[in-house]
């Protein structure tokens, strides 16, 4: 089983719709949760962070984070042209290693 | 700028010869890591460096060597290179890997052995 899970996609949404991106994770003490965003031939740049349940807004983005499901969501409000990207969910464990999931590639068509 | 930088930005090498990757960062971070990246199996962590002369194994080690001297620098050093270990590979630096800030990346070093 794989430490971090996610759809591949690829997702494509309307421009101005909400894209829903979702993680799942399997080690249960998991303490901090990521989401970067990674343009093709770029390297990964943080998005957000999330350490407690519940919600975390950062102007259009808002990561969901839900322990007992072991499950991390990312929200995109009014997606844009420019948010097309693979969107890649990492967790860092108590041992102090990073996991990433294999990513999601996101679409939005104007 | 606050930044990470990784040298070469591209490699083509043959089999079995010696090579390293340098990486640089500027931002004090004590926490530093090297990634690769292959299609379909996302990012794996390599090695991680919690500060100077304190390195640790990621979930790939094999085939790879780190050494952490000073502070900014992070080399991955590829003794006797194999074509699996053709591959796009990352540096990341972190303020305090316990303090949970996230990653900054380098630029990537896409790595061709032949």
């Known amino acids: 089983q794989k430490e971090v899970e996610q759809n591949s996609g690829p997702l494509s949404v309307p421009e101005g719709a909400i894209a829903s991106l979702n993680c799942t994770y399997s080690?249960?003490?998991?303490?901090?949760f990521f989401w970067y965003r990674q343009y093709s031939g770029k390297s990964p740049e943080l998005i957000m962070s999330i350490y407690s349940n519940g919600d975390k807004e950062d102007g259009r983005f808002t990561a969901q984070l839900n322990k007992a499901s072991q499950y991390v969501s990312l929200l995109i409000r009014d997606s844009q042209p420019s948010d097309s990207a693979t969107y890649l969910c990492a967790v860092q464990n108590t041992g102090n290693q990073f996991y990433f999931g294999t990513g999601t590639s996101l679409t939005v068509i104007p | 700028e606050a930044q990470v930088t990784q040298n070469p930005r591209y490699l083509i090498t043959v089999t079995g010869k010696k090579l390293t990757v340098t990486c640089s960062q500027n931002m004090n971070h004590e926490y530093m890591s090297w990634y690769r990246q292959d299609p379909g199996l996302g990012l794996r962590q390599i090695y991680y460096s919690m500060n100077v002369e304190v390195t640790d194994k990621g979930d790939v080690p094999e085939g790879y060597k780190v050494s952490r001297k000073e502070k900014r620098n992070f080399p991955l050093i590829l003794e006797s290179p194999s074509p699996n270990q053709t591959s796009l590979y990352f540096c990341?630096?972190?303020?305090?890997?316990?303090?949970?800030?996230?990653?900054?990346f380098g630029s990537g070093t896409r790595l061709t052995v032949v």
């Open positions: 990341a630096s972190s303020l305090q890997g316990w303090a949970n800030y996230g990653y900054t």
């Open positions: 080690d249960r003490v998991s303490q901090s």
